[in-house]
């Protein structure tokens, strides 16, 4: 009965996972098209003949002025909660209470890093390269992962 049950429970698990993934990717409304404006929007970024001067699209560090600002921590922005008891630490304000994301309030089923996941792993070697290339400094000073390795985004 306990191993009828426990079996049950693993199905009952997998079902419900299912579903949420079911429900997150039709909450994306993800399609081909979609996918395609994201490679083009890529291939844009790509191009080396054009300099990057939107500065959502700059390379992070080089905004942060790392070497001019004596920064105690340096945390992913994606990523900052895990961090908070730190910097409220460091920054003497343990009473100020994190403000959470969108997921954490529950507004959203997915969060953007599972969003990240499902367009990269689209991307083709070649453009992923050019990727780590031109942001290589903001994988190693911020401590992003490449996209396969461990700690990168969960899959949807």
């Not at 994606?78 to 910097?87: A, F, M, P, Q």
């Amino acid at each position: 009965v306990e191993q009828a049950t426990a079996e049950q429970a693993t199905v009952e698990q997998a079902t419900a996972e299912q579903a949420t993934v079911e429900q997150a990717t039709a909450e994306l409304a993800i399609n081909a098209s979609d996918f395609t404006m994201f490679k083009e929007f890529i291939d844009n970024v790509l191009d080396i003949d054009v300099p990057i001067t939107d500065v959502h699209l700059t390379a992070q560090w080089s905004n942060m002025q790392i070497c001019q600002f004596p920064y105690d921590v340096l945390v992913q922005f994606e990523d900052s909660g895990r961090y908070w008891e730190l910097v409220q630490e460091l920054t003497n304000t343990r009473d100020t209470p994190y403000p959470g994301s969108r997921t954490d309030r529950g507004q959203d089923t997915i969060n953007s890093l599972q969003v990240a996941d499902y367009f990269y792993k689209h991307l083709d070697q070649e453009r992923l390269d050019l990727i780590y290339r031109i942001y290589e400094m903001d994988f190693k000073v911020l401590g992003y992962p490449k996209y396969g390795e461990p700690g990168f985004p969960a899959k949807l």
